[in-house]
């Protein structure tokens, strides 16, 4: 059993470039969510998704969108990549009970 | 809204000691509460969590919390430490109303000492 697959796990940006980070789960969970880890910051919400065809912000949306077309997926895309995105995202998923299931994490740093 | 204060961002203590995490949260609504762990380089796994009952809630690995909602606090305890306990350790709160947001702490690294 998988569970929760983030790729890539290592990426390095130019400031400006876009790209996507890539999240899968093979729970069938209706609630999948994107966290950012910043040293001391603990974890801080981007966006989350209660199924397929809805999302919604979390604490820092900003410079973030994502989608969510399947229960399965839900990718976050960066448009314009910043410096202040550097960091290392997390994806989650979880059925009602309120227990997280984390992906390995994506490390991105932008220079 | 909810948030979550963990009140030492680092906690040093030797092995077999005992230990306590503090958390605080703030919510309007009634909350679930949750503690998670995360060792080096590795995403984060759940320790224990509070839905509802008993206030003293136990979790893997010997670690304990216990609900406080007069005082909003969820700390979490062990008796006795070991080196492998060494880890970041987050509280996390998620309201009782139709929100599965779930918002973290800061974070607490716990450091365990020969």
């Known amino acids: 059993n998988a569970g929760v697959t983030q790729t890539p796990k290592f990426r390095i940006l130019k400031i400006g470039q876009s790209m996507t980070l890539q999240c899968t789960q093979d729970m069938n969970h209706n609630y999948m969510y994107w966290y950012r880890q910043d040293p001391g910051m603990g974890l801080k919400l981007i966006y989350y998704s209660v199924g397929a065809g809805i999302t919604d912000k979390g604490e820092v949306p900003n410079g973030y969108n994502v989608s969510r077309s399947t229960t399965e997926d839900f990718p976050l895309r960066l448009e314009l990549a910043a410096p202040s995105q550097t960091s290392v995202y997390f994806c989650?998923?979880?059925?009602?009970?309120?227990?997280?299931?984390f992906g390995e994490g994506s490390r991105l740093t932008v220079l | 809204a909810q948030s979550v204060t963990q009140l030492d961002s680092q906690v040093p203590v030797f092995e077999e000691a005992p230990v306590e995490l503090r958390c605080n949260y703030s919510s309007s609504v009634s909350v679930y509460l949750f503690w998670y762990v995360q060792y080096p380089n590795q995403g984060l796994q759940l320790l224990l969590k509070y839905l509802s009952g008993s206030t003293l809630v136990k979790g893997i690995n010997g670690f304990e919390a216990e609900f406080n909602k007069s005082q909003t606090s969820f700390h979490l305890r062990k008796p006795s430490v070991h080196i492998s306990d060494t880890a970041e350790y987050f509280c996390?709160?998620?309201?009782?109303?139709?929100?599965?947001?779930?918002?973290f702490g800061s974070g607490t690294r716990l450091l365990v000492r020969p």
């Open positions: 989650a998923s979880t059925e009602n009970t309120g227990e997280l299931f």
């Open positions: 996390a709160v998620r309201g009782m109303d139709s929100s599965y947001k779930l918002i």
